[in-house]
């Protein structure tokens, strides 16, 4: 019988993103699972975890951009497929990213905040050189805006300081603006391996009528042959200009149809876990399958369904805070998701929970989501209304007073 591989999972406390993503593999690999805690020195924790565990891994995989550094690290104690310390490092340091592309076509014009921002053109985009889910990000439409950002600094987690202070510590704990950029925006599924990309596949994102938070997430999505070049020009110049090894990764963009132009985003060292269930409308192999592959050093299975079936991911949000008084039982959640056919269908948060206290961006708070698969558009937003309609009748909100 063929060894199933050792594989080991890193995560961090509090995040459930694996339970649905390593669910239906655990027969192909053995999972060991290392949840680090951001409020502790990084480097204690992968010794203590390295005494104790005495496995030999044949892979690392990391789904979470803090915890793809703790796994730079032990790959290279352990002499694992991944990429360095010092790659993760800078291109999870917008400031560092950024300067190092500043005169590539595909970057927008952009300043340290600290920088003279004055040959900017308004209105801009202000976000931290080391951030997430958009948080403290906004878009500036007058100068004095500002003001809130110069007294603010970001406060690393314990872990990702000591991380940052070793392998990139330049500007981890400031702003950069950038002239706003109002198109389509994008991502980009990709591998490398030994230094060499390829590109997965493409997802477009959908904001919301305010342009500040994501609704959906359309899937999948393709280019001529002019916008296909230089996305991919883009992609291979990010990989050698960082030495990116092994991984797979994403890139967010913006694109401008019209004049065939791309505006680069940035650069994630992980796949996109909420992707997920898009990707088997199209793949028969699942992303985090995929990521796995590739932390053995081989090729991932690209090979597709014979479908021409699309698929979406709806976010249902609120725009102001509220607590949860009331929600469905699992056997109910679970009866809508099989009446509408929902590959995935999740309550986010729980009973007598603020929507404050999950994790939300700086504009609206997301409590549930909806992966649906289908032949048209449509008919998938027609599934959706009416899905979230009923779920919604089940749950109680209360305002929250402030």
Known sequence: MKKKPNILVITKKH????????????NKYNFSLFVVDLDIDIYIQINDFLKCNKKDFDGLISIIDDTCQVASLIAEKLNLFYSSPQAIASIQNKSILFSKLKNKEYISPFEKLND???KLNFP??????????????????????????????????????????KFAPENIESFLVQEYIDFPQYTLEGYVLNNN???????????DKNGKSFISFNFPKSFNKKISSKVNKMVTELINLFNFKYSVFNVEFFLD????KIYFIELNTRQSPEFETLYKVKYKTSLTEMALQVSLGNKPNLSTKKTNQMAISFISRKYQD??????????????????????????????????SDLRQDS???RYAIYDIHGNSEKHIKEVYKQARKELDSLITFSPVSH
């Open 363 to 365: 504009f609206s708070f």
């Open 322 to 355: 509220f607590l949860v008084e009331k929600l469905p039982s699992k056997l109910q959640i679970e009866k809508i998701r099989k009446k509408y056919k929902i590959q995935r269908l999740e309550i986010f948060v729980e009973k007598n929970q603020k929507l």
């Open 197 to 207: 990309p390829e590109v997965i596949a493409i997802t477009e994102s959908i904001f």
């Open 15 to 26: 995040n459930q993103l694996h339970r649905y993503q390593f669910k239906n593999i655990t």
């Open 116 to 118: 003279d921002i004055s």
């Open 124 to 165: 801009l985009y202000i976000k931290p050189s080391r951030g997430t889910l958009s948080q403290n990000s906004q878009k500036i439409i007058r100068k004095n805006q500002l003001k809130i950002f110069y007294k603010k600094s970001i406060n690393l987690p314990k872990m990702e300081k000591s991380f940052f202070q």
């Open 257 to 260: 149809k019209k004049n065939s």
